[in-house]
């Protein structure tokens, strides 16, 4: 089975630009997360999706996060406008279920912020 | 927070040895993972262990759950050099969210 597909791999922006990162689920898996990996860090939960809906968006920085997954399948984080401290690995991952258990993680997405 | 710890941060050790790594939460469980990652890569879940286990293996894995100390531990037996990653432990207070501590570095010099 094809694994959760994220791009782009690599984004360099300056700070008060926009960006935006797209995830691509493991089909079937109604369970969407967004993480944020910080240099060092483990993984920070950002926002978890039930199908379209947001389960949990506590840790997301609205004033400059927002993430979408319209249909219930892949789905869009976008940062506007960028700062020095975004700078990070921006995971996405899936389960079948909430909670999972487990959850499959895409390669992620490194952004450098200068 | 309710992030776990790991501990060592970093651990270094040579093919064939054991390595052990510790994994310290706050608050109740309901089941407790742990997650490679390898350089540049996403998190590959290793193994799961429910709040009402005390040990499980996988392969040359194995691990330990204490919930009267709130902590886990991860042996990896006879290492390899394709070892070499970070490991997080992940904890699930509510059964419906993740929290990742902060890694293990484990390296195993060939």
């Known amino acids: 089975e094809a694994g959760v597909a994220q791009s782009p791999r690599y984004k360099i922006i300056e700070k008060r630009q926009s960006v935006a990162f797209w995830c691509n689920p493991i089909?079937?898996?109604?369970?969407l997360y967004w993480y944020q990996q910080i240099l060092g860090q483990g993984p920070k939960l950002l926002i978890q999706?039930?199908?379209?809906?947001?389960?949990?968006d506590s840790q997301l920085p609205k004033d400059r996060f927002s993430a979408e997954r319209l249909k219930g399948v892949d789905s869009t984080l976008k940062i506007q406008p960028a700062k020095l401290e975004d700078s990070a690995v921006y995971l996405c991952?899936?389960?079948?279920?909430?909670?999972?258990?487990?959850?499959?993680f895409g390669a992620g997405t490194r952004l450098s912020v200068l | 927070s309710q992030q776990g710890e790991e501990d060592p941060q970093a651990l270094s050790i040579q093919e064939g040895e054991n390595a052990t790594m510790n994994c310290s939460y706050k608050?109740?469980?309901?089941?407790l993972q742990w997650y490679r990652q390898n350089s540049g890569r996403g998190l590959v879940h290793l193994i799961l262990?429910?709040?009402?286990?005390r040990e499980k293996h996988s392969g040359r894995l194995r691990v330990t759950l204490d919930t009267s100390k709130k902590s886990s531990s991860l042996l990896i037996t006879a290492s390899r050099a394709a070892d070499t990653a970070s490991y997080f432990c992940?904890?699930?207070?509510?059964?419906?969210?993740?929290?990742f501590g902060t890694g293990t570095s484990l390296t195993v010099i060939p």
């Open positions: 991952a899936s389960s079948l279920n909430p909670g999972g258990p487990t959850q499959y």
């Open positions: 089909s079937g898996h109604a369970t």
């Open positions: 999706f039930q199908n379209n809906g947001v389960v949990d």
């Open positions: 608050t109740s469980i309901n089941n």
């Open positions: 262990i429910r709040s009402n286990e």
């Open positions: 992940a904890t699930d207070p509510t059964g419906n969210q993740f929290y």
